[in-house]
Antibody, heavy 129, light 111 residues
Framework: QVQLVQSGAEVKKPGASVKVSCKAS????????MHWVRQAPGQGLEWMGR????????NYAQKFQGRVTMTRDTSISTAYMELSRLRSDDTAVYYC??????????????????????WGQGTTVTVSS | QSALTQPASVSGSPGQSITISCTGT?????????VSWYQQHPGKAPKLMIY???NRPSGVSNRFSGSKSGNTASLTISGLQAEDEADYYC???????????FGGGTKLTVL
């Protein structure tokens, strides 16, 4: 079955970096965009950006520009999200989520937003001194 | 970019219908038919319920429907059931960043 499995919980100090992984299975990893979304405790969802696993191309939310880096390793069907210069307000659950349509579909229909149909289980990142 | 605006909470009795609104601008909800809705139960990952304003993914109950008028999208749940009690989030494409923006979320309570 289609599945996204994320890495385990992390505890980091302010100023450090964290790298979260998301391993895909059950579908062609390079065929779909991967989004990253986070959720602070008791708060709503916040989109961080997306990566094209085929080309490596990225699109980051303005808020995270300069602090976030999304990469992938196609040989192991894994996407990564690294956030640097961590602050206490980066404490959150971080999710990876697959785009609903294929990259070919995006090329055909346009670079918009078609929904996220498969989600990882989430990775808790705690930033504390 | 600013989050889309949703009511903090809505409630309804079993069997009733409720509607959750999601207000944006002409740069997001009003300008494009790329609105999605997600359901999230406590401690769980979100689940896609509606995509492209009014389409249901396979396996989602037809009690869930979506629509849009101007800068406001809506999610309607008919025949409320206890299991519908959850948080609901709208999201939209935004031309501000060629990315995605979420609403603040609405807590649905089934009385």
């Amino acid at each position: 079955q289609v599945q996204l499995v994320q890495s385990g919980a992390e505890v980091k100090k302010p100023g450090a970096s964290v790298k979260v992984s998301c391993k895909a299975s059950g579908y062609t990893f390079t065929g779909y965009y991967m989004h990253w979304v986070r959720q602070a405790p008791g708060q709503g969802l916040e989109w961080m950006g997306r990566i094209n696993p085929n080309s490596g191309g990225t699109n980051y939310a303005q808020k995270f520009q300069g602090r976030v880096t999304m990469t992938r390793d196609t040989s192991i069907s894994t996407a990564y999200m690294e956030l640097s210069r961590l602050r206490s307000d980066d404490t959150a659950v971080y999710y990876c989520a697959r785009d609903r349509i294929t990259i070919f579909g995006v090329v055909t229909r346009g670079y918009y937003y078609y929904g996220m149909d498969v989600w990882g289980q989430g990775t808790t990142v705690t930033v504390s001194s | 970019q600013s989050a889309l605006t949703q009511p903090a909470s809505v409630s309804g009795s079993p069997g009733q219908s409720i509607t959750i609104s999601c207000t944006g601008t002409s740069s997001d909800v009003g300008g494009y038919n790329y609105v999605s809705w997600y359901q999230q139960h406590p401690g769980k990952a979100p689940k896609l319920m509606i995509y492209e304003v009014s389409n249901r993914p396979s396996g989602v109950s037809n009690r869930f429907s979506g629509s849009k008028s101007g800068n406001t999208a809506s999610l309607t749940i008919s025949g409320l059931q206890a299991e519908d009690e959850a948080d609901y989030y709208c999201s939209s494409y935004t031309s501000s960043s060629t990315g995605v923006v979420f609403g603040g979320g609405t807590k649905l309570t089934v009385l």
